[in-house]
Structures are given as C-alpha cells and as structure tokens.
C-alpha cells in the first residue's frame, strides 16, 4: 500500500515533511504553513487555504487537477496546463502565470491583479470572478461557456460580452462603465451593474432576467416591459424620468 491522502486541516502546522510521489490528495488548509515542500504529480486536489503561503507552484500535476490556495499572502503563483478549478482569491497576487486550455472555475478575487489574460481558456471555463482588482481591460469575447462572470470592483471603463450565450450572472458593480451591450444574453437571469456611469440600459430580449441592481448610475429611463419573469428591480440613485414596469404581471405600476 503507497500513501495516497493526507488529511491535517486544522492544526497547527508550520511546515510539512517532503510529500510522497503516491500522493493523490493533501488538504492541509488552516493551519500556519509559510511554504509547501515540491509538490508531487501525482495529485489530483490540493487544498492549502488559510495559511500563511507566499509563493505557490502547482504546475507539476499530470491529472486534472482542483487547487484552493485561497486567505494567504501569495504574491507569486503558477498553475500548469491540468489545473481544472483554481481558487486563489484573497490573496496579493498582482499576476498570475498559467498556461491553460483545461480549467472551468477560477476565482481569483481580492488580489492586486492589473491585467487578467484568459486567451488560453478556450471553452471549458464556466464561472469566473475577477472582482475586487485593479483591472483596467478584460477581454471575455472568447469565453463562450461562460455561466456565472462576477468584474465588480476594478477599474474597467468597457466591458465586450459578444458570443457569451449561456450566460446566466453577470455582475459587473462598481466599475467605470459608461455602456453595456447585453445582446444576445438571453440566457441571463441575474444582472448587477450598479456604480457605474451608464446612461442607456437595453433590455430587450433579455426575458429570462428575475433581477436587476442598476443603483447609482446616470439612467434617465428604464424600461422593463417585456420582462415578464422580472421580480427585483433596483433602480435608486438615477435621474430617472421615467421607469416602465408593466410587464403583464405588475399591472398595477
């Protein structure tokens, strides 16, 4: 029998022993880990959040692999081409190198990252959430699979969302937009785009949203007549003139 799972969440760690080139699972997240020894490629999961790690390397793996390595200090951080969920969020990582076409969940929140390339995704990635960075630019046009993509909190001025079909959550609060063009996001259910400078919001066919946060943005109208599944509008803070919410169901506005 070769040791495959190492369990030790929770403790006191400070350091770990080198790891065996059987190992398939380490969870050792919450403890007070300064640094990982060499991590094996054999794993498949690797769970070291809550520590006290400042610098990472996972891109040894040869399986697909799910790493957490979220409420830590990293600053440098690289990921191979099996990494499949990555979770990195909380941390002060101002970049992140990866070669990646495999990952599907990338959260990366919470960090100093200026720039953000995600060309190499292709198709597979499906949740994304870049919030509280200091993004200037990001280009999602590519990401076709994507379901949920949270950008609040950066820096962004636009924001080109062509081709994201399935889109289902978009939040995109607290940027410098002055336009959103949604067309096509006829899959989306849940929008945020509050504390932006948006000045037009086109919803049309958009029939499968249920809610809608546009707080604090420079709207003189919205109109949200053709939303019949519509249940949650937020609309405060605009120089509204004029709010349409007749819907067939919300006859009595």
């Known amino acids: 029998n070769f040791l495959q799972n190492i369990l030790c969440t929770k403790n006191q760690l400070t350091s770990l022993p080198v790891l065996p080139n059987t190992l398939s699972q380490l969870l050792c997240d919450s403890n007070q880990l300064s640094s990982l020894p060499v ?53 002060n990582l101002t970049n992140i190198n990866f070669s990646n076409s495999q990952i599907n969940s990338f959260n990366c929140s919470n960090n100093q990252l200026t720039s953000l390339l995600l060309g190499n995704f292709g198709l597979g990635l499906g949740n994304l959430n870049c919030s509280n960075n200091l993004l200037t630019s990001l280009n999602v046009s590519n990401l076709t699979s994507l379901v949920n993509f949270n950008c609040s909190n950066n820096n962004l001025t636009s924001l ?9 959550d978009l939040g995109c609060a607290n940027n410098q937009l002055t336009s959103l063009s949604m067309n096509g996001l006829t899959n989306l259910t849940s929008l945020g785009c509050s504390n932006n400078q948006l000045t037009v919001l086109n919803l049309n066919g958009l029939t499968n949203l249920n809610y809608i946060n546009c707080d604090y943005n420079q709207l003189t109208t919205i109109d949200c007549s053709l939303l019949t599944n519509l249940y949650s509008l937020a609309c405060g803070n605009n120089p509204l003139s004029s709010i349409f919410v007749k819907n067939g169901r919300n006859e009595s506005f």
């Open 160 to 168: 080109n969302l062509n081709g994201l079909n399935i889109l289902n």
């Open 39 to 91: 991590l094996p490629s054999t794993l498949v999961e690797v769970f070291c959040g809550n520590n006290l790690l400042t610098t990472l390397d996972a891109s040894s793996s040869s399986y697909y692999l799910t790493l957490k390595c979220y409420n830590n200090q990293l600053s440098s951080l690289i990921i191979g081409q099996t990494v499949q969920t990555l979770e990195c969020q909380n941390n």
